[in-house]
């Protein structure tokens, strides 16, 4: 099972919003610069526990975030 997840970005504002968004959720999130093999849209992307991918997900729908994608890493 993979330790943790990605949120991709198109923008750096978007990466920085759902970070805002799952902090105040107190969902463990960090910004990290994007895996290279993920893409090469935007520089930022978001880590989190994958145990909350489903919550992660969910938050920034509603929340109306931006998003170009969710991955999990090994």
């Not at 504002?13 to 093999?37: C, D, F, G």
């Not at 992307?45 to 994958?50: E, G, K, M, V, Y």
């Not at 909350?52 to 890493?73: D, F, P, R």
Request: aromatic share 6%; charged share 20%.
């Amino acid at each position: 099972m993979p330790k943790y997840g990605v949120v991709l970005f198109h923008t750096g504002s978007s990466a920085m919003q759902a970070e805002a968004v799952l902090l105040r959720a107190h969902v463990n999130a960090k910004l990290i610069p994007t895996p290279r093999e993920l893409s090469s849209d935007c520089g930022l992307s978001l880590r989190f526990d994958w145990d909350c991918h489903e919550q992660v997900e969910a938050l920034l729908l509603k929340m109306h975030v931006e998003t170009a994608g969710i991955h999990s890493l090994s």
